[in-house]
């Protein structure tokens, strides 16, 4: 009778959920708990979750001693944040132009940020690759950032944020003196949180976990991104010691995770405003 | 010399005209109501004032001065938007401060931190402060001033948006039906405020609104729009009492004026039940005319008398007075008349009665809806 009034819709939905989510988790709770093995346990025949003989710190010593982890992570943090830095700085202005004011070309402009959407990385990445390796910039951090500064996708989010800010707003802005680049600056931008935070996450998320594009234009460590470094370590130095490549994971992991941790509101209100899930 | 006039604005969306030929010109210190139904044109023709938006055709100019290719920005006028346009992440106080700031201080002494080491910023920025306090104080928003737009309610919202236009002294206010988002209580209370801070500052205003009984009650003139047309703009007495087109005279008073078609017969009389409304109407027999009465003046009388005979079909009671309507026998023509509640205590829905209007109460338009003159004036309703 008890067992029975458990089985409610409610509780019906939260165990789908939670297998979801269990299924989703697996991958990344196996890593931890390889991450936390000796090198033997993991080659041993018995599955365990639980590490019987904890080698976390080990592994982590062996990942930082091994691959200039330190190294990695900067790379990463400041490829990232350009990136994101000037991605905003463009799309911005941009999106208000095609938002708010009118001129004549905003019909074409918005055919071609329809069309720039549907143009993934990998069609352009050729010739980019060629322009760059012309003009020996391969290997830096420009290389890294460069093609992804003008981001049609953050113009086309902000861009239907900015749609929806009242036209009087601007109005009133424009009658209080400012000028376009103030409207921008003190109207626009200290009310667009919600869409910049939204944005943020796709941006760093993407670039952050990014293989493709590092792996084309770097080919030395001191440029490596964390996942190109992760791949440089497996490559060479780690052969079979799983241990300390997944602790490796887990170092270039965490800072997504704890800023996930640390944001969680936000980053969901970001997704929800957005639609999109990804 | 005008001290802010808008001269023959014309404006186009594609085929249809918004505006069509509109001039307007306010003297010092003039309060005009713009008053039309909803999409008529009042709010473009508002932007066009403030430079928000371009007429095809037409000129604006302040004090003498032609303002029309110039920037928003440069016109010095104030706008109270109907949405109030807080910007809402700054406090009230900042709020109002913004047009000062971006007035009195260079762009280099706004900047954040750089812009504390100019001399002379400091100064000015208490003077602004000042200003912002001392309007505040005459809006009675002082306890407001540290909140956000977004916990104050519609009415505070409103004030901070009339103090944002009242901080500076602009050229010409422009009101954009500021009080349509407050209650009933507080429009009329705030009505009155409106008035006397326009009174204050002696800037004249344009303001806007669809409430007929708020333009009548607030203004110098009123400006009736229809259409993209500007069909009369008068002193209030005058629109209500002298309406050169039937369109005014339909849009301005409540209940709205009776109006019957009708022909004229000898003489350019108008005959309705066996009474002559109105004799003299230009035009030879046979017109088609429209004959419009207000309501208040046409009295009930007992059934039987000298007069229109009708029938009551509905009352309606104000408190003040009483709102009764009315069917005219052997027609399919109705009107309906104003009368104090002691006067029609005994009359109820049903009961037969007689009509009687007002001497020269009727206002005659013809087909094209413009006012017909009248030869001769009339004296005394006539029984034939
Ligand atoms: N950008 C535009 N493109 C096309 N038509 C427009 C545009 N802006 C306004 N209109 C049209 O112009 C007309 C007048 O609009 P306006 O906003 O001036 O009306 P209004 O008198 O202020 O009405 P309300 O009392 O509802 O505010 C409307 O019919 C509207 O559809
Ligand atoms: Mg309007």
């Known amino acids: ?278 | 010399m005008s001290a802010f006039s808008l001269k023959n604005i014309s404006k186009s969306y594609g085929p249809s005209r918004i505006l069509d030929d509109i001039t307007i010109e306010a003297g010092e210190g003039e309060f005009i109501a713009l008053v039309g139904p909803s999409g008529c044109g009042k709010s473009t023709l508002l932007r066009i004032a403030a430079g928000l938006d371009h007429g095809d055709d037409g000129s604006v100019s302040m004090g003498g001065r032609d303002i029309t290719a110039e920037h928003p920005a440069d016109r010095n006028v104030a706008m109270v938007f109907q949405s109030y346009a807080l910007y809402p992440h700054l406090t009230a106080a900042q709020n109002i401060a913004v047009p000062l700031t971006m007035r009195n201080l260079s762009a280099l002494e706004r900047m954040p931190f750089v812009g504390r080491l100019i001399p002379g910023r400091a100064e000015r920025q208490v003077a602004i402060r000042q200003q912002v306090a001392t309007t505040a104080a005459s809006l009675r928003i002082d306890h407001l001033l540290d909140r956000k737009p977004g916990h104050m309610s519609g009415g505070q919202r409103q004030r901070v948006a009339l103090a944002r236009a009242l901080v500076r002294q602009p050229g010409v206010f422009l009101m954009d039906e500021p009080l349509s988002n407050l209650d009933a209580n507080l429009r009329v209370h705030t009505r009155a405020e409106i008035v006397e801070l326009h009174r204050r500052a002696g800037v004249p205003t344009l303001y806007v609104t669809h409430d007929q009984a708020e333009a009548l009650s607030m203004a110098d003139r009123v400006a009736v729009m229809m259409g993209g047309k500007l069909l009369q703009i008068d002193e209030p007495s005058r629109i209500y009492d002298d309406p050169r087109h039937i369109e005014v005279a339909q849009f301005i008073g409540s209940p709205r004026i009776n109006v019957l078609d009708a022909v004229t017969s000898e003489n350019g009389a108008v005959v309705l039940g066996g009474n002559v409304l109105v004799e003299g109407v230009a035009g030879p027999v046979g017109t088609p005319v429209q004959i419009a009465i207000r309501p208040e003046r046409i009295k009930l009388r007992p059934a039987g008398g000298g007069g229109i005979p009708a029938i009551v079909s509905r009352l309606e009671f104000l408190g003040s007075e009483v709102i009764v309507f009315t069917r005219i026998d052997g027609s399919d023509g109705s009107f309906t008349m104003k009368a104090a509640p002691q006067d029609v205590a005994h009359v109820a829905a049903g009961m037969p009665v007689t009509l009687e209007v007002d001497p020269g109460a009727c206002l005659v338009f013809g087909k094209d809806g413009l006012r017909v003159p009248l030869r001769t004036p009339i004296k005394q309703m006539a029984h034939v």
């Open chain 1, 1 to 278: 009778m008890s067992l029975l009034s458990l089985i409610s819709p409610r509780n019906l939905r939260l165990a789908l959920l939670s297998l979801g989510a269990l299924v989703f988790l697996a991958p990344y709770i196996w890593m931890l708990s390889t991450a936390a093995k000796s090198r033997e346990e993991i080659f041993s025949s018995s599955l365990s979750l639980w590490p019987h003989h904890w080698a976390l710190w080990e592994n982590l010593g062996k990942a930082f001693s091994r691959v200039p982890m330190l190294q990695l992570l900067f790379n990463g943090v400041f490829v990232c944040a350009l990136i994101f830095f000037v991605q905003v700085v463009i799309a911005i202005p941009c999106a208000y132009a095609m938002a708010k004011l009118k001129f004549r070309a905003a019909q074409t402009m918005m055919t071609l940020v329809m069309l720039g959407l549907l143009v993934p990385i990998h069609a352009t990445a050729l010739p980019i690759y060629v322009a760059l390796n012309k003009t020996g910039m391969l290997n830096s951090y420009f290389a890294l950032s460069a093609p992804f500064f003008i981001s049609v996708f953050g113009i086309f989010l902000f861009l239907q944020f900015f749609r929806a800010m009242p036209d009087d707003l601007i109005s009133a802005a424009r009658l209080d003196g400012m000028s376009e680049a103030a409207i921008v600056s003190r109207v626009i931008v200290p009310n667009a949180w919600p869409a910049v935070t939204a944005f943020a996450i796709f941006s760093v998320v993407a670039h952050w976990n990014d293989l493709f594009w590092p792996l084309i234009v770097v080919t030395s460590t001191e440029r490596a991104t964390p996942p190109l470094g992760l791949l440089f370590f497996r490559a060479a130095e780690a052969g079979d010691d799983y241990g300390a490549l997944m602790a490796a994971t887990l170092v270039v992991t965490l800072p997504l995770v704890a800023a996930f941790l640390a944001a969680q509101r936000r980053f969901i209100e970001g997704i929800t405003l957005t639609g999109l899930k990804g």
